[in-house]
């Protein structure tokens, strides 16, 4: 017995064993998940360069789910790596085939993938003419950075599938307006994931404290509020 304790003890300090009370079937249930870059190819697209703002979104709901705790989120270079293998295209973003599905649940030890749309991602304003190329009706031009008026609206829809049986088990969706005077949009044109010519992330304050990234994060959290109630569907 003697020779157990001391074992039990060696583990512990180790940091093999977990502290008492700790919930360890908590932990073991905590569904795995993985999620695509969203599909935004029924968005007219008013900026310029490459911003590939369904990457953008997709990061931006992995910290929310992460930040919550309630999924286990695979990492997302991992699976980047997988859908190049696949020779995975933009298109099946939001609709991948059950084959797909199935050998990233398989390769990445998932239960369950999301996949989404970004249906509105919107910057509107009264007044044109800031910066060099000037703000306009849905776009905005070089170097465009200023603070006026404006109203920017972004809708989002995800889909929680399950890996094994391409069965829909939840949809989401989020929409999020902000209308007020403030910061619109910095940067002139995308690229890299960025605002922007200047690189601006969409993960980064600079962006959160325009009005689009404003309406940006509460359509986000509110997908992510609704894929974790839905959790309990998956027991």
């Known amino acids: 017995m003697r020779k157990v304790f001391s074992m039990a003890l060696a583990l512990f300090a180790l940091g ?17 998940v993985a999620l695509l870059d969203f599909d935004f190819g029924t968005v007219q697209q008013w900026w310029s360069g490459n911003w590939d703002i369904g990457k953008g979104i997709a990061d931006l709901l992995v910290d929310e789910l992460v930040n919550d705790g309630t999924y286990r989120v695979i990492e997302r270079k991992r699976l980047d790596a997988i859908l190049a293998e696949q020779n995975f295209s933009n298109s099946e973003r939001a609709d991948p085939s059950a084959a797909t599905i199935a050998k990233i649940g398989k390769v ?3 239960k369950y ?6 249906t509105k991602f919107g910057l509107e304003q ?6 060099g190329g000037g ?21 989002i829809t995800a889909r929680m599938v399950d890996v094994s049986t391409a069965e829909i088990m939840a949809s989401a969706k989020g929409e999020g307006i902000s209308s007020r005077s403030g910061l619109l949009l ?6 890299g994931g960025g605002a922007g010519l200047g690189g601006v992330q969409m993960t980064s304050s600079d962006y959160q404290e325009t009005i689009l990234g404003e309406a940006t994060e509460v359509a986000v959290k509110q997908v ?12």
């Open 16 to 32: 093999l064993l977990p502290p008492a009370g700790a919930d360890v079937s908590a932990q073991t249930k905590r569904p795995t």
């Open 108 to 110: 990445l030890g998932v």
């Open 113 to 118: 993938l999301i996949v989404g749309s970004i």
């Open 126 to 131: 009264k007044k044109q003419g800031i910066g």
């Open 135 to 155: 703000f306009g009706h849905g776009g905005f031009g070089i170097g465009a950075i200023g603070r006026e008026k404006g109203k920017a609206n972004v809708a």
């Open 186 to 191: 910095g940067g002139g044109g995308g690229g």
């Open 224 to 235: 992510a509020e609704k894929l974790v109630a839905a959790k309990s569907r998956l027991e």
